[in-house]
């Protein structure tokens, strides 16, 4: 069985509800220039950004975090979008935003590593999901999975985030939890985790209410399966089944409902709210009976769950990177 996970690939997608940003009052006569969401927090150098609020096509200045660097400022696509190169040696923190008469900068933080719980690079995943490349970089056509061989996609996925993590695979077996379709992190360092303490981090002594769990993914192809769900939760340490699925709240990643796949263009943010975590796991309508427990919160589970569709079971692929839980504003 291949697993890699000192660089663990992956591609994905899905839409995207993003961070917040910091207003300004309103100058003269002219629109409040917010911004409001980033498409994708981790664009590499080079890559085009999108940020959306409003009053954005009257910006002239955008800076990025690290030695104060200006971006190539790309014309608006309206007063809602705004595409912006990112520069090269662009760093991790919040962003400027200049017009003739105003300057704001985002609540949320670009390329935000405060907190990450697996990002397949520094931070790896305990379990679950293919590395489709080789120790020297070269690209691994298959995998063997069980006693079969799994044929890995002729064309890979560029990441967002150097390392990912491939989602990779036939979900034929209902409500069954199969390594290919699972990023798991345990904290137990005999387990490849970095110790028993809260996936919250720093972050730790903060009310739920204020924080978000957020990852990037990207589903390259109009995604067929949509009766199957993403689930995400954090386990305590003592749970004999390591995960703990029935011993913290849930939530229920469904973007198929509001959009009609899981399908996204590129690389997409994901924003949580920690109170949105509120699942049970005997019924879709079942609540659990508290919110998430950050000082119980010491592993972290993203399966891919739910109905399979046995007549004709669909091929999943999904890229996901940056597991993280940061304040939902700074």
Request: hydrophobic share 40%; charged share 20%.
């Amino acid at each position: 069985m291949n697993y890699r996970y000192t660089k663990l690939f992956i591609a994905a997608a899905v839409a995207a509800v993003l961070g917040g940003c910091s207003t300004s009052s309103d100058s003269g006569n002219s629109k409040k220039l917010v911004v409001s969401s980033m498409k994708c927090e981790f664009v590499p150098d080079g890559d085009t950004a999108y940020f959306y609020g409003q009053g954005l096509d009257a910006v002239q200045q955008v800076i990025f975090p690290t030695s104060n660097l200006n971006a190539e400022v790309l014309t608006a696509v309206s007063d809602s979008v705004l595409p912006v190169v990112v520069p090269k040696g662009a760093g991790s923190g919040k962003i400027g935003f200049v017009t003739l008469n105003d300057t704001v900068y985002t609540n949320f933080v670009f390329r935000d590593s405060r907190n990450i719980i697996v990002d397949f690079d520094s931070r790896l995943a305990t379990w679950g999901g293919y590395d489709p490349y080789g120790d020297e970089g070269e690209t691994i056509e298959s995998v063997m999975s069980g006693d079969s061989v799994v044929k890995l996609p002729a064309k890979l996925l560029e990441g967002c985030s150097d390392s990912y993590g491939l989602l990779y695979g036939r979900y034929s077996r209902s409500w069954d939890m199969m390594q290919s379709l699972w990023i798991q992190y345990v904290g137990n360092p005999g387990e490849g985790g970095r110790g028993i303490k809260s996936v919250a981090g720093p972050f730790e002594g903060y009310p739920i209410s204020q924080l978000a769990f957020k990852f990037e993914v990207y589903v390259p192809e109009a995604a067929p399966y949509k009766s199957i769900r993403a689930e995400i939760f954090f386990g305590p340490a003592d749970a004999p089944d390591k995960h703990g699925r029935d011993r913290s709240p849930i939530y229920f990643w469904t973007p198929f409902q509001e959009t009609g796949s899981f399908h996204t263009d590129g690389w997409q943010t994901v924003t949580i709210p920690l109170t949105a975590f509120t699942h049970g796991i005997h019924s879709d309508a079942e609540k659990f009976p508290t919110p998430v427990e950050l000082n119980k919160a010491v592993n972290f589970t993203f399966v891919l769950f739910g109905d399979a569709e046995m007549a004709n079971s669909p091929e999943i692929l999904m890229g996901v990177d940056n597991f993280r839980i940061v304040p939902i504003e700074d």
